[in-house]
Antibody, heavy 121, light 110 residues
Framework: QVQLVQSGAEVAKPGASVKVFCKTSGYTFSDYTIHWVRQAPGQRLEWMGWIQPASGKPKYSQRFQGRVTFTRDTSATTAYMELRNLKSEDTAIYYC??????????????WGQGTLVTVSS | QSALTQPASVSGSPGQSITISCTGT?????????VSWYQQHPGKVPELMIYDDNKRPSGVSNRFSGSKSGNTASLTISGLQAEDEADYYC??????????FGEGTKLSVL
């Protein structure tokens, strides 16, 4: 079955970087775009962008442009999200999500379990 | 890209119907038939309930339905049940590969 398993919780200091992975299984990794979504405590879902695993092409929300990088390792069927220059307001649960199917690419059929990133000095 | 506008909270009694609105602009909700809705229980991962404005993924109850008029999309839940109590988020395609989420609505089943 389709699974997205994310790395564990992280604690980082302001100004540092964090890299979260999203290990996928149960489907052809290259065929489905992976998105990244975050949710600060008690707050709404916030779209961060996506990566096309086949080409490695990313798309970033303007809000994170210049501070975030999406990469992937096709041999490991894993997607990565690195966020740099962390601020306290980056404290959030970070989710990876796979698009529903190869046609419906603007919604998510599967989510990772989420990775809590806490930014604190 | 500003968040789509949703009411902060709605409530209903078991068996009733409720509707949650999601208002965007002519650049997102009004331009594409690509509004989706997610249900999120506390501490849980969001779950897709509606996509492409009004389609239900397999396994989702037919008590959930979606519609849209102009720049406003709506999620209707009929025959309200206690298990429907959750947060609901709309999401729309906004062109150029961009997605935008709504502010979220807390549904209380009284």
């Amino acid at each position: 079955q389709v699974q997205l398993v994310q790395s564990g919780a992280e604690v980082a200091k302001p100004g540092a970087s964090v890299k979260v992975f999203c290990k996928t299984s149960g489907y052809t990794f290259s065929d489905y775009t992976i998105h990244w979504v975050r949710q600060a405590p008690g707050q709404r879902l916030e779209w961060m962008g996506w990566i096309q695993p086949a080409s490695g092409k990313p798309k970033y929300s303007q809000r994170f442009q210049g501070r975030v990088t999406f990469t992937r390792d096709t041999s490991a069927t894993t997607a990565y999200m690195e966020l740099r220059n962390l601020k306290s307001e980056d404290t959030a649960i970070y989710y990876c999500a796979r698009v529903l199917d190869t046609i419906n690419t603007s919604c998510y059929g599967r989510w990772g379990q989420g990775t809590l990133v806490t930014v604190s000095s | 890209q500003s968040a789509l506008t949703q009411p902060a909270s709605v409530s209903g009694s078991p068996g009733q119907s409720i509707t949650i609105s999601c208002t965007g602009t002519s650049s997102d909700v009004g331009s594409y038939n690509l509004v989706s809705w997610y249900q999120q229980h506390p501490g849980k991962v969001p779950e897709l309930m509606i996509y492409d404005d009004n389609k239900r993924p397999s396994g989702v109850s037919n008590r959930f339905s979606g519609s849209k008029s102009g720049n406003t999309a709506s999620l209707t839940i009929s025959g309200l049940q206690a298990e429907d109590e959750a947060d609901y988020y709309c999401c729309s395609y906004a062109g150029s590969g961009i997605l935008v989420f709504g502010e979220g609505t807390k549904l209380s089943v009284l």
